[in-house]
């Protein structure tokens, strides 16, 4: 069994920087693809960051684009989130999700972390 433990949230200033980390346990993590997803109050639940189990490929959502970076660490079984320039729109709670890359139906999700962007 897979689980997501989300960790680095908080409350920073608008132009802050903040790094959010999911630590995988369970097995094969470098078999995930991993995302991480936010959800402000009201709001759908939307996909921030990717990066793939393979080969790394990484995507981001237009809002977030050169302010935001992903990474992981399959050594470590981690995957973070550098958020950088920090805006208020960027509210909300973070979640880290995996799927595995082979059966797509195999996901999992972290319980979420908040990250509160406000002077």
């Known amino acids: 069994q897979v689980q997501l433990v989300e960790s680095g949230g908080g409350l920073v200033q608008p132009g802050g920087s903040l790094r959010l980390s999911c630590a995988f346990s369970?097995?094969?993590?470098?078999?995930?693809?991993m995302t991480w997803y936010r959800q402000a109050p009201g709001k759908e639940r939307e996909l921030v960051a990717s990066i793939t189990s393979a080969d790394r490929d990484t995507d981001y959502a237009d809002s977030v684009k050169g302010r935001f970076t992903i990474s992981r660490d399959n050594a470590k079984n981690m995957v973070s989130l550098q958020m950088n320039s920090l805006k208020p729109e960027d509210t909300a709670t973070y979640y880290c999700h995996a799927r595995y890359r082979i059966t797509r139906s195999l996901n999992y999700w972290g319980q979420g972390t908040q990250v509160t962007v406000s002077s």
């Open positions: 369970g097995f094969a993590f470098s078999m995930y693809d």
